[in-house]
């Protein structure tokens, strides 16, 4: 059974850095695509970052570029969101999600789903 389990969030203040962590059991995390999605009080879940398995594609969000990295520790079977320059916009609750496909754009793509965890940004 995969099971995913994230950590690393809480509460922040604007301009921090904050790496989340997503602990995966029962399969490979080189062998799966990732993603980190957020849902925000009153809106929909967004895909924030994906990362294609085995070595494909990386796709950032417009809000992501340039402040947020996806990466991948096989030996650790772990995936991590690092997130700098944070806004009180990332405030939102942080799910990491893994799946068997190849696109990893929407959030049926994706077979399995951590609780999540929250992040908050204050001003």
């Known amino acids: 059974q995969v099971q995913l389990l994230e950590s690393g969030g809480g509460l922040v203040q604007t301009g921090d850095s904050l790496r989340l962590s997503c602990a995966v059991s029962?399969?490979?995390?080189?062998?799966?695509?990732m993603g980190w999605f957020r849902q925000a009080p009153g809106k929909e879940r967004e895909l924030v970052v994906r990362?294609?398995?085995?070595?494909?594609?990386?796709y950032y969000s417009d809000s992501a570029k340039g402040r947020f990295t996806i990466s991948r520790d096989n030996a650790k079977n772990t995936f991590y969101l690092q997130m700098n320059s944070l806004k009180p916009e990332d405030t939102a609750f942080y799910y990491c999600?893994?799946?068997?496909?190849?696109?990893?754009?929407?959030?049926?793509?994706?077979?399995?789903w951590g609780p999540g965890t929250q992040v908050t940004v204050s001003s």
């Open positions: 999600a893994a799946g068997h496909g190849l696109i990893g754009i929407h959030m049926s793509d994706y077979n399995y």
């Open positions: 029962g399969h490979p995390v080189s062998s799966v695509t």
């Open positions: 990362s294609i398995r085995n070595g494909g594609n990386t």
